[in-house]
């Protein structure tokens, strides 16, 4: 009797837990259209006079509110966990960021992933934002949970563990660090969460805590802010390739991936893997979640009023070819899944389309091939399209090193596997 009940409470428990992750993003259950040229194209249209700066400015008024520029960031030393991550291929590091001054400030732990081939050249940067805590991503590790102290094994273990991978993917929390380290990448990862926190109210409340001007802006803003903030900071490390610094996020963070590649001196490239509305999907698309239903319910992620004035026809006056066109000639990996329909990968190609005429413009190749399953890693804009849904996979990986390996890691060479 007492193992039937306890089976019964795991099962409530496993639908409850399946209830508010399928909440989150619901399940694929039908196919992205693969026909562009019958749809919608963006507006307005871009030439070889498209000016990024007012391009930024437009999108901050209709859509993320200001850039946060002039928020004092500082970093600790880092504090090596393992000299011998990987048995002896690299090095795992620990370093705490701060953003900010005064009370309202921010701090948060970020973790290195460093190959040994950096002590004999400067390696490219993958710096990644995650949903979950490091203590998920670097399971089994002497890394430190948000509020500084150490963890104590994975945040995301048993059965909402089990559930997160089945849904998500295997990579949805743990990274493939033995895949990046020797592929000669430093791989850095931050919970974004840990900066600004995904919560309508919470998020407002630590923005204007943390400055008060510029206010009003927006989480997404922020978090795109943070990209650029450890990027910064991590250049200054002579292990790490300054100008081959590429910001990887997925789903909400590959939106602020876009936004710290369009308005960042310091992000060279960015993966945003299904990135959906505010990130590479049309604001205008009725396809999907669409950009309404996402401001409604995530009010924290956009600027202030932004579902209101859309239910009441305001808007959108900007498009996300404008951000995509805002980053060029700086190269875009835009992830993308057949059954991911709510992220609407048909209007990220059109919006890839449109930008493409930027990218042309700057004397880029920029999209390469015709179709949304016409996958060229080496393409400036690179859309890729896979089977399944909203997740990380292996597959996915693969993607981004093949796109990584065409942008930065062919100009390294093999890395180095003799070290003292």
Same mark, same amino acid.
């Given at each position: ?22 909440? *989150?993003?619901?399940?694929? %259950? ?21 000016? =990024? ?23 600790? @030393? ?56 490091? *203590? ?10 948000? /509020?500084?102290?150490? *963890? ?32 000669? %990448? ?19 409340? =630590? ?5 008060? /001007?510029?206010?009003?802006?927006? @989480? ?13 900071? %991590? ?27 369009? #308005? ?36 924290? #992620? ?9 239910? &009441?026809?305001?808007?959108?006056? &900007? ?22 329909? #709510? ?23 920029? %999209? ?11 393409? /400036?804009?690179?859309? #890729?399209?896979? @089977? ?33």
């Amino acid at each position: 009797m007492l193992r039937a009940l306890k089976w019964i409470l795991l099962g409530l428990s496993g639908l409850i837990i399946l209830t508010g992750m399928v909440a *989150c993003t619901p399940l694929g %259950l039908n196919y992205a259209s693969l026909d562009y040229q019958t749809k919608p194209k963006a507006i307005p249209e871009l030439g070889p006079d498209f000016d =990024a700066a007012a391009a930024r400015r437009t999108l901050e008024q209709a859509l993320y509110g200001p850039w946060p520029a002039g928020l004092a960031i500082s970093a600790t @030393a880092p504090r090596l966990i393992e000299p011998d991550f990987l048995s002896g291929r690299g090095t795992l590091e620990e370093v705490l960021i701060t953003i900010g001054e005064g009370d309202g400030r921010r701090t948060f732990p970020l973790v290195l992933a460093m190959p040994r081939s950096a002590s004999v050249r400067p390696v490219p940067l993958l710096l990644s934002q995650t949903f979950v805590d490091n *203590c998920a991503v670097f399971p089994d590790h002497a890394v430190s949970r948000a /509020d500084g102290q150490p *963890c104590e094994g994975s945040s995301l273990t048993g059965l909402v563990g089990l559930l997160a991978r089945q849904i998500f993917g295997r990579y949805i929390a743990e990274a493939p660090l033995e895949r990046y380290v020797d592929a000669g %990448l430093a791989y850095a990862s931050f919970s974004g969460a840990s900066f600004i926190p995904d919560q309508d109210g919470a998020a407002q409340s =630590a923005l204007a805590a943390l400055s008060s /001007d510029p206010l009003p802006t927006s @989480a997404l803003m922020a978090w795109a802010f943070a990209y650029h903030a450890a990027a910064e900071l %991590l250049t200054t490390d002579p292990r790490i390739e300054s100008a081959s610094v590429t910001a990887l996020g997925h789903s909400r963070y590959g939106k602020s991936a876009l936004i710290a590649a369009a #308005w960042s001196d310091q992000i060279d490239a960015a993966i945003a893997h299904q990135s959906g509305f505010g990130g590479a999907a049309s604001g205008r698309s009725k396809t999907g979640e669409t950009l309404v239903r996402m401001a409604r319910a995530y009010p924290h #992620w956009v600027r202030p009023r932004l579902a209101a004035d859309l239910e &009441a026809g305001r808007g959108p006056v &900007a498009d996300q070819h404008m951000l995509l066109a805002a980053a060029a000639p700086k190269p875009l990996f835009l992830g993308n899944a057949r059954r991911d329909v #709510w992220s609407d990968p048909n209007s990220t190609y059109r919006m890839a389309v449109a930008a493409d005429r930027t990218y042309e413009a700057a004397g880029r190749p920029g %999209l390469v091939g015709d179709g949304l399953r016409d996958f060229h890693p080496d393409a /400036d804009i690179s859309f #890729w399209l896979r @089977a399944g849904g909203h997740s990380v996979t292996p597959e996915d990986i693969d993607a981004f090193l093949l796109f990584l390996r065409a942008h930065f890691l062919s100009k390294q060479g093999s890395p180095e596997r003799e070290f003292p």
